[in-house]
């Protein structure tokens, strides 16, 4: 049990489901679930032993296929789901690509969803933004 999370699987659930049935016109007669244990509990995560997906091997290969690739990962400062030190440790592991450009780490106001804040969501258009206009 999380007492975070599980008060905020209805309010997302509920938002979602009205959200593409309202604005998307998307309707369905299956259920919606936000969280699925069913699917988690028998998901394959290959070669992790504990159940967790890593990225960095992925992303490292990918950035040395594409060089120009740009990366931006956002943490909230306060999150304790995916702490940001724990983003800025593992990028910093990564051995630096010559012609690569370097994974950029930013850390906002808010915790795990700083996106509910308008602060974050303002910090995570930019950021955004900013990625895809290096890419122009």
Not at 21 to 29: I, K
Not at 75 to 87: E, I, R
Not at 101 to 128: C, N, Q, S, T, W
């Amino acid at each position: 049990p999380d007492p975070v999370l599980d008060r905020s699987v209805p309010a997302l659930t509920s938002a979602f489901v009205g959200y593409i049935s309202d604005e998307l016109n998307f309707h369905t007669d299956i259920s919606y679930r936000l969280l699925n244990g069913d699917v988690t509990h028998n998901w394959d995560y290959g070669t992790s032993r504990q159940g967790y997906a890593g990225v960095m091997d992925d992303l490292q290969r990918a950035r040395s296929l594409n060089p120009a690739l740009g990366v931006v990962i956002v943490n909230g400062y306060t999150d304790l789901v995916t702490p940001y030190l724990a983003s800025r440790y593992l990028v910093n592991q990564v051995p630096p690509l010559a012609d690569a450009r370097p994974i950029r780490v930013d850390v906002v106001e808010g915790g795990h969803m700083m996106y509910f804040r308008p602060d974050g969501r303002r910090a995570l258009k930019e950021a955004a933004a900013e990625l895809y206009q290096a890419t122009q």
